[in-house]
């Protein structure tokens, strides 16, 4: 009988979004409700639970999770308090553990630790000895460092962008993690630092030419020639020390076979650097193609992107339409939520002076716009992405002339058509829909969208990788510097 321990701890921050994270962010599992909130659901640990579920000579112990959306850096005392709980949880069910799976997304930072999984890992090591093996799973924009390949055995990670495989990727980490407990494997893990920071549709792995690197790292598992490999690409909207975009290769105690394909890979990977950033549009163009189509305009916003941790409160496009008297109609996501509160004194129905966005990131200056409460709402709603549910708060949605808002309390996902459907709005009804997505997905808009322009708006996770101001991550790094050079180095783990 294998004990198997199961963790969770996941965020991912922009550092240019300066809404902090709270502890109160966070959705807490304790126990058994981490399994609860998983089971049969597009996430990791829902696809770890299949795989485990398959043998009866297991008991496995959900030990505690943390999830929070995308915002700013996590403040250092809400950090504290999941280490804290994290700590406990693990020390009260250590005894006679054979192996801990922790599920990562990778890309966290605190105003503080610039590197909290890592941290998270280092306080694992400690409680649990040498001997246990730590399995990790990440999503491909997490940064992973130093510290945490120093306090894992190994890992697996996400193939698909956009994301489609969390629950495989759960998968591959339980199945290697028992591989590893019965046929006492000895992973090696080669990883190549590439001094690259990518952005853009070439990042869609179905599509784009990222998805030649992913090919490589799903042959290589799938011949058997490595455990686990992947190409992580880091979040550039995280800016920590080791930022950066890296190959992951793991072996079988097969060092030089590790090293000989994470370096083929991140050479590879180099050479498509050019390639892997975003062209885009700038407002003003976009509006004056759009006012010449024929169906829907989507403006897909990656510069305040919920998911990639962007505060959603940009009203630059909203401001830009009207200024440039686009008379179609728009249909837009905003988080504000002195505008929400206002909108429910108001009440149903009735009509008031709005001030519009720019509630949390000043970058943006709030609009002043008379519009109708056409619909008020509050509480959880399915997340089409995933089966799983989001929840904005209390939301209200503003008719102002031929402009649809639809106001949140709390940033959610809005990658996918989820707000708009929960909210009485079908994007399809539509002259243009703004999209605060990194992408415009297929499945959701481009299938059936007139045109997708990917404007280049102001915002704290913009595409445009050189706005953003990069003040702490390795340097050179391109595209951030000229004349970057790369002179590929092997690391091991262990060394
Ligand atoms: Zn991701």
Redesign the pocket.
């Given at each position: 009988m294998y004990k198997i321990l199961v963790a969770e701890c996941k965020q991912?921050i922009s550092t240019f979004n300066p809404v902090e994270t709270q502890y109160e962010d966070f959705s807490i599992n304790r126990g058994e409700e981490l399994f609860s909130a998983h089971r049969g659901i597009e996430s990791e640990i829902g696809g770890a639970i299949e795989v485990f579920s398959e043998r009866d000579d297991l008991e496995l112990l959900p030990l505690w999770g943390a999830r929070a959306n995308s915002s700013g850096s996590l403040a250092q005392a809400g950090f504290d308090r999941l280490v804290t709980e994290f700590e406990q949880s693990l020390i009260a069910a250590k005894a006679g553990a054979d192996a801990f799976y922790f599920s990562m997304h990778g890309a966290m930072g605190c105003t503080e630790e610039l590197d909290p999984e890592g941290f998270l890992l280092q306080v694992a090591r400690r409680i649990l000895g040498p001997q246990i093996p730590i399995m990790i799973s990440l999503?491909?924009?997490g940064i992973l460092t130093q510290r945490m390949l120093d306090n894992c055995d190994a890992l697996t990670i996400?193939h698909t962008?956009p994301?489609v495989d969390l629950a495989s990727t759960g998968e591959r980490a339980a199945r290697l993690l028992l591989r590893m407990l019965d046929e006492d494997l000895k992973p090696t893990i080669a990883r190549v630092v590439v001094p690259v920071l990518v952005r853009g549709d070439e990042l869609k792995t179905e599509t784009g030419v990222y998805g030649e690197s992913i090919r490589r790292a799903q042959q290589l598992e799938q011949s058997g020639s490595a455990l686990s490999a992947g190409m992580i690409i880091g979040?550039p909207f995280t800016d920590v020390p080791e930022l950066c975009s890296q190959a992951i290769v793991v072996t079988n105690d097969d060092a030089e076979a590790a090293e000989e394909v994470a370096l083929e890979m991140a050479e590879d990977f180099w050479g498509k650097r050019a390639r892997m950033q975003a062209p885009l549009i700038a407002i003003d163009e976009a509006i004056s193609a759009a006012k010449e189509l024929r169906g829907t305009a989507i403006f897909a916003d990656a510069a305040d992107a919920t998911s990639s941790g962007a505060s959603g409160d940009s009203n630059s496009l909203l401001a830009a339409l009207m200024e440039a008297q686009y008379e179609g109609k728009v249909l837009l996501p905003l988080v504000d939520p002195p505008a929400v509160q206002c909108a429910i004194e108001v009440g149903l129905g009735r009509c008031a002076t709005f001030s519009l966005g720019g509630a949390l990131d000043p970058r943006f200056s709030p609009i002043e716009l008379e519009a109708k409460v056409a619909m008020l709402a509050t509480g959880p709603y399915f997340f089409e992405s995933w089966g799983n549910v989001q929840d904005a708060g209390d939301t209200a949605v503003l008719q102002a002339g031929s402009f649809t808002i639809v106001v949140t309390t709390r940033p959610v996902y809005l990658f996918d058509r989820s707000l708009f459907l929960a909210h009485g709005r079908d994007p399809r009804q539509f002259d243009l829909v703004v999209v605060k997505s990194p992408h415009c997905q297929e499945r959701f808009f481009v299938e059936w969208a007139a045109e997708n322009f990917n404007v280049d708006a102001p915002g704290s996770t913009s595409a445009n990788l050189k706005s953003l101001g990069h003040t702490i991550c390795q340097r050179p790094m391109y595209p951030l510097d000229d004349d970057v050079v790369f002179e590929p180095v092997v690391q091991h783990f262990p060394a």
């Open positions: 991912e999503d491909l924009h996400y962008y994301h979040n």
